[in-house]
């Protein structure tokens, strides 16, 4: 033991721990405090979702890379479908909006779809950054600029959803 310095197993030696009930038995208590949180990281870890590319388009499914491929592709046009639907009824109701005058509501309005314009140019450059990035790991980085826009346009649309879901009533 150099300069004093003494490890966390060398404090507790056998005859140190007597009973697991015992009080003041720091190694029992700290034995018990990690299995718990090994055991909720691992349920947590095991209940995750699966991303939203994988849960519609699951390549352990889809053994062949062009069907794998064609579905993202058809799986991201939904959802930019579904987005562009969501993002005009949001508009639509901030134009609604009687809480606000006229001009304020029409402000609000342009701003929100220039900030959604914005969102778009931010996810298709991130996705064309990542794709490039990790090209080669098995696929292409189209295949991986799909996931990417996938993923991301579905969390967008459940983001929006979630944010104006007041004004969509």
């Not at 720091?26 to 299995?35: I, T, V, W």
């Not at 849960?55 to 794998?68: E, F, G, S, V």
Request: glycine share 4%.
């Amino acid at each position: 033991m150099k300069h004093g310095h003494i490890r966390a197993c060398d404090r507790f030696s056998a005859s140190s721990v007597t009973s697991p009930t015992e009080p003041g038995n720091r190694m029992h208590a700290f034995a018990a405090l990690l299995l718990s949180l090994l055991i909720a990281c691992s349920s947590s870890a095991a209940a995750a979702e699966p991303t939203p590319s994988r849960r519609l388009c699951d390549p352990d499914k889809i053994k062949q890379t062009n069907a794998w491929v064609d579905c993202l592709q058809n799986a991201l046009d939904k959802s930019e479908a579904g987005l562009t639907a969501l993002v005009g009824k949001i508009a639509v109701a901030m134009q609604a909006n009687d809480m606000l005058e006229e001009p304020k509501r029409d402000e609000n309005r342009k701003l929100f779809e220039a900030t959604q314009m914005k969102w778009l140019q931010l996810r298709d450059d991130d996705c064309k950054s990542f794709a490039a990035n990790h090209a080669g790991l098995g696929f292409g980085a189209a295949q991986f600029r799909l996931v990417c826009l996938l993923d991301e346009t579905v969390s967008r649309e459940q983001t929006l959803k979630r944010r104006y879901r007041d004004d969509l009533k």
